[in-house]
């Protein structure tokens, strides 16, 4: 009695034990002789603890990345940055926070994570695939001890009776053990499955984001309609390649712009919204290609070769025509000018006229779509050009442009130009301004509107995306599904009747819910068995014993 | 100091990781695209910017007679309306110039370029610019600046620069491209040239070897 006590109690260890491994990340190793500390790092950096600490770092370690400007999104902001904290910058940019995330320490979080969930998934693939070929375990003596159990007699024959539990339990998917006196029955692989996948989705997350760093490539461009643009380094404002993408590798398309409209609320609290933003492109996927058309929306972008093309931004480019002091037109096109607030798209701009005689003109404007005049201030009132005034200050001198050193084409280098003597005044359409020691004119011709674009090429976005949902459903499944086992003994009662009972036993989840199935299982064998309720359990405990010590005699029986 | 290091020439950052963690950790990602999207960064899509250069150094390459591309045969309308293709220069040494009026450096090696084509003329060399991202009137305006006599093709879409994109690809504005007498591109020049190192590589190209200091004035 007590060596079968010792035994069924060893079963349930087994049985705790192996739950217990379920949600352990690695084998639990308790030795710790020669290379023990090695291995007892190797288990910290691959426990679920970790794993999750890496992560909460990896997102915190992105936070400056989006604080501080950074070198690789606005290189400008950057410079200003430097000039803004001439002291502090120095230090962040030792620190590598200007580009966070090509940052070492980055980089370390990110390769230890990765190192984490290697070391994590690897050993429990090998220890799945053991698992699944492993048949359901011996079935307990004394099933009334488990967690969970119940008992029934039937009229059916002890073998009858595990045949028929046999297949109900098949019936319901379980993997099945049958010997001559019990049936053993597991279910629920798939939570394993489920833990497993959502690792190694996890991984593929993150080699596919590597995939994208290496392959993949951003780029802008702004562009003014009338204008086109070809995805080649020459042709974009911006560009930021992959490790491994040469200029022969973008995309060879080229994309022109017919037309921006911009609709916007005209009453209401939220007047000046803009509704809605549609520029027609025109494009050729390739020198030789047809052309073909696309209304490019916020985020509808245009796909071309898998090059995603997104509308990020407009704004307006007012047109000029510049005749120098010998009266020579020596500038006559459109300049963007960047919007300064949105309610009415208060735009400013710089025009550099270098080749102008006898002196550089440049002049600093402000483009107001909706003029109007607020208490002897002029503003804008509205986004859209329903009375576009343009006002610049005139500067002549040295633009600085000729001794190679690149600038912004929004800013006017004035340390070498000095001011003109003229009030700058609101020109309309077609109104022009002479200036004065003859140094020429500038006429306000018109306007054009503008888009910035941003290109995008990210070949590991769609398995990032799957990954994701990879992800998703192996958690998803892992909390589902409860690993979980059924056993049935028959044994011939006192009676002549079968005494069949029944045990169940849930792994890995403490949380309940299988109660209620185990009920289920349970009442649809008692009711397919046609079966009525045990005698007292005392008598049961004996019965089932002595039946289990005669099982031969009792199959004899049965056929 | 780093920060004002000449953005034409400079070496493009390798954003290698960067992109990953953007994409792993979606939340700041997605602050990033919004505040991309309220209009700050607009500021730096400047035709000043676009030089950007997969070369860093001095950026000049040279290439052996053996392992040269072959030039695509571009063609185009040069600023003064003729129709021009680059294999009508075919037998000549071609120095090929990617400008803009609007950009500083190629306003620096202009005058740089306008005596070398004078120069170089007797040698069989000719020039071509292709003019970039510009209006007809300024570019019109530099050339008169810089008396520059060659002709450009107008180029403001780019589309010249992308026929480029199989062989030796401009990376930057300004590029120069040295092309030898059978039409195949023996050197790149990246970012602002120097009259005295264009020189020598013009010459190496069209005489088949290296140029020696004495030997080669014109």
């Keep these: 009695m007590s060596e079968v006590k010792a035994r069924d109690e060893a079963v349930r260890d087994e049985a705790v034990q192996d739950a217990v491994m379920q949600d352990a990340p690695f084998p639990a190793t308790v030795r710790r002789g020669r290379g023990g500390w090695l291995r007892w790092g190797w288990r910290q950096l691959t426990s679920m603890r970790t794993a999750l600490i890496l992560l909460f770092l990896l997102a915190i370690a992105s936070v400056p990345g989006s604080v501080l400007p950074q070198e690789g999104i606005d290189p400008s902001a950057v410079t200003q940055y430097y000039d803004a904290h001439p002291a502090l910058a120095p230090l962040l940019d030792r620190l590598s926070l200007f580009s966070v995330f090509a940052a070492p320490w980055f980089a370390a979080i990110y390769l ?68 001559d006196s019990w049936v053993s029955a597991e279910k629920g692989y798939l939570r394993e499955v489920g833990n497993l996948l959502f690792h190694i989705a996890l991984l593929a997350l993150l080699i596919s984001v590597g995939l994208g760093g290496l392959f993949g490539y951003k780029a802008n461009r702004l562009l003014i309609a009338g204008q086109s643009f070809s995805d080649t380094p020459v042709s974009l404002d911006v560009l930021h390649p992959g490790r491994l993408v040469s200029a022969s590798d973008l995309a060879p398309f080229s994309v022109t712009l017919n037309r921006f409209s911009a609709r916007y609320v005209t009453s209401g609290p939220q007047t000046s919204e803009p509704e809605t933003y549609n520029a027609q492109l025109s494009y050729t996927s390739s020198a030789t290609a047809p052309v073909r058309h696309y209304d490019l929306r916020v985020n509808h972008p245009l796909t071309v070769d898998g090059v995603s093309v997104y509308l990020i931004n407009h704004g307006y480019a007012p047109q000029f025509r510049v005749t120098d002091g010998h009266g020579k037109v020596r500038f006559n096109g459109p300049v963007p000018f960047i919007a300064v607030e949105q309610s009415g798209m208060t735009s400013e701009g710089v025009v550099k006229v270098p080749d102008a005689l006898p002196t550089q003109l440049g002049f600093a404007g402000v483009f107001l779509p909706s003029a109007v005049d607020v208490g002897g201030r002029l503003g804008s009132d509205f986004p859209a050009p329903q009375n576009p005034r343009v006002s610049l200050v005139s500067y002549a001198g040295n633009l600085g442009m000729n001794n190679g050193v690149s600038q912004s084409v929004y800013q006017l280098d004035l340390s070498r130009m000095h001011k003109l003597n003229i009030a700058p005044r609101p020109l309309a359409v077609g109104q022009s301004m002479t200036l004065p020691d003859g140094a020429g004119t500038i006429t306000f011709t018109g306007y054009r509107q503008w888009i910035s674009l941003a290109i995008t090429y990210d070949p590991g976005q769609l398995p990032a995306l799957c990954s994701g949902i990879a992800a998703l459903a192996g958690l998803i499944l892992s909390f589902m599904v409860r690993r979980r086992r059924m056993f049935v003994r028959a044994a011939p009662g006192p009676d002549g009747a079968t005494l069949v009972e029944v045990g169940g036993l849930a792994r890995s989840d403490a949380a309940g819910g299988f109660e209620v199935e185990f009920a289920e299982l349970a009442a649809e064998l008692r009711t397919a068995q046609d079966g009525s309720p045990p005698p007292a359990p005392a008598v049961a405990a004996d019965a089932v014993r002595a039946g289990a010590e005669d099982t031969s005699s009792s199959t004899r029986e049965g056929e | 100091m780093p920060r004002q290091s000449h953005p034409t020439c400079r070496a493009v950052s390798r954003p290698g990781l960067r992109r990953a963690s953007g994409a792993l950790t979606l939340g700041v990602a997605a602050a990033l695209a919004v505040a991309g999207c309220s209009g700050g960064p607009i500021g730096e899509n400047t035709p000043q910017s676009s030089g950007q250069s997969f070369v860093s150094g001095s950026g000049t390459s040279i290439y052996q007679p053996g392992s040269r591309d072959l030039a695509p045969d ?89 026929a480029f994109r199989d062989t030796v690809p401009p990376a930057a504005i300004p590029t120069t491209l040295v092309i030898d007498r059978t039409g195949r591109i023996a050197a790149r020049v990246i970012g602002s040239s120097s009259y005295n190192s264009l020189r020598k590589i013009i010459l190496q190209v069209a005489t088949g070897h290296p140029a020696t200091a004495a030997g080669a004035t014109p």
């Design chain 2, 74 to 162: 571009i063609s185009g309308t040069t600023l003064d309306g003729k129709h021009l293709k680059l294999s009508d220069y075919r037998g000549s040494v071609v120095v090929l110039n990617f400008w803009g009026s609007w950009c500083a450096p190629c306003r620096a090696e202009a005058p740089g370029l306008g005596t070398l084509a004078t120069r170089l003329q007797s040698r069989g060399v000719r020039f071509l610019g292709i003019d970039m991202r510009d209006d007809p009137t300024s570019a019109e305006a530099f050339m008169q600046t810089f008396r520059i006599r060659y002709p450009s093709l107008n180029d403001p879409g780019g589309q010249i620069a992308l």
């Design chain 1, 112 to 179: 230890l994570l990765f190192l984490s969930l290697a070391g994590c998934v690897l050993p429990r693939t090998f220890r799945q695939i053991g698992s699944a070929r492993q048949r359901p375990p011996r079935a307990p003596r004394r099933l009334s001890r488990l967690p969970l159990s119940a008992s029934f007699v039937t009229a059916l024959s002890p073998a009858q009776a595990l045949e028929s539990a046999g297949r109900m339990l098949g019936r319901r998917r379980f993997r099945l053990r049958a010997e």
